[in-house]
């Protein structure tokens, strides 16, 4: 059987025993005759399921009791528009603005409200995370937006701001699960699956429960959290077989040691790659050094004329999807859970090949 490493931002790879379960497991679910794809979202089955896929989430990240799990569709890019929608009583939010991601987010909150930009490093081409001055945020603002992890521009907030009694909305579709985090510094956690997670398909929602409840009139029953909170998630049929996957994922971590050993796994994944960009004068890392992340790193070759052929060269050898972005150019290496620390070491080796022909 043939695997690649598979270095795409997203849907990104899966760890290869939670494939392998998931094969064995396909045509009959537990002895029931049935996929999980075939069974009802509201049989005993998938009951346990969903139950233990929120029970998992919850140990794993540690989820205080006063914080909802919720397991929606419509990406992260949905909740660009439920967070205002529910949020937005007093009509404004603060921003960090950081690059792609956070752009969408405020276009879509603006429908709803005043956006306030209180720190961008849109100056800079992204390539850093902006200080937050405390004097600059609204004691009125409904809330503050930040973006954890720059899934294009490969920079992450190392450390979360603290907002005070506004609650931080943290969009955290690609570093969710990579580190260990302290929940209780957010109001609301969210992230699309198909980067640390599962499948696309699923977003995933952590919501400090004080913030359920308070949704626009005009709000459409399927964005108020409260119509998903209220039903655990089982409102309509939700994406039954990637809650079942996101399952299979979680149990890996937890067997893997949990976010901890996670955390020390993806720390030495990118210092392998990042030790190496730092010493070649071949290669070069357009991130500042303070603000990069573990999950995706972008970097160039300054003769960009060899992008190409070094995208082909490393597919030849098993290595996929390294082209950067359109909006940065060059090469991005996504290094997220399932990708193991072998796959980097394969990237490195051919990197240094590549140097040694082509400089
Ligand atoms: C991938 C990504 C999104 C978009 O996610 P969808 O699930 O495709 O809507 C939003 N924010 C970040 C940080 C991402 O990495």
Excluded at 56 to 61: A, F, M
Excluded at 130 to 138: A, E, G, R, S, Y
Excluded at 141 to 150: G, K, S
Excluded at 272 to 287: A, M, R
């Amino acid at each position: 059987m043939k695997r690649v490493y598979n270095f795409s931002a997203g849907p990104s790879m899966l760890p290869l025993e939670v494939l392998e379960k998931a094969q064995a497991e396909l045509p009959s679910y537990n002895d029931s005759g049935m996929s999980v794809m075939e069974l009802s979202h509201r049989s005993g089955l998938f009951t346990e399921i969903i139950t233990e896929a929120e029970a998992l989430l919850r140990e794993l990240l540690n989820i205080p009791s006063h914080y909802k799990v919720l397991f929606i569709q419509g990406g992260a890019s949905q909740q660009f528009a439920m967070v205002p929608l529910n949020l937005m009583k007093n009509g404004k939010a603060d921003f960090v603005h950081t690059g792609s991601w956070s752009k969408k987010a405020m276009k879509e909150a603006e429908k709803y409200g005043k956006v306030n930009v209180i720190a961008s490093s849109e100056d800079d081409n992204f390539t850093y995370i902006p200080n937050i001055d405390p004097t600059t945020l609204d004691p009125d603002a409904d809330y503050v937006h930040i973006t954890t992890n720059n899934t294009i521009e490969g920079t992450a907030f190392r450390e979360i701001p603290d907002t005070g009694k506004v609650p931080l909305v943290a969009d955290m579709s690609s570093n969710i699960l990579s580190e260990e985090i302290d929940v209780s510094q957010f109001g609301i956690i969210y992230a699309g699956a198909q980067k640390n997670i599962g499948p696309a398909g699923l977003t995933v929602v952590i919501i400090r429960e004080d913030l359920i409840g308070n949704a626009k009139d005009i709000c459409p029953t399927m964005l108020d959290y409260k119509t998903h909170s209220e039903s655990g998630s089982l409102y309509n049929t939700p994406p039954t077989f990637a809650i079942y996957m996101a399952k299979l994922v979680f149990e890996w971590v937890k067997e893997l040691g949990g976010l901890k050993a996670m955390q020390e796994r993806n720390e030495k994944k990118a210092a392998i790659l990042y030790d190496y960009i730092s010493q070649s004068d071949f290669y070069q890392s357009p991130v500042a050094e303070d603000s990069r992340s573990i999950m995706n790193i972008p970097f160039v070759i300054p003769n960009h004329d060899l992008d190409a052929k070094f995208i082909k060269e490393a597919q030849a050898e098993g290595l996929e999807t390294l082209k950067g972005h359109r909006s940065v150019g060059g090469m991005r290496a996504s290094i997220y859970n399932a990708m193991p620390v072998e796959g980097v070491e394969a990237f490195v080796a051919f990197m240094k090949k590549f140097e040694a022909e082509n400089k």
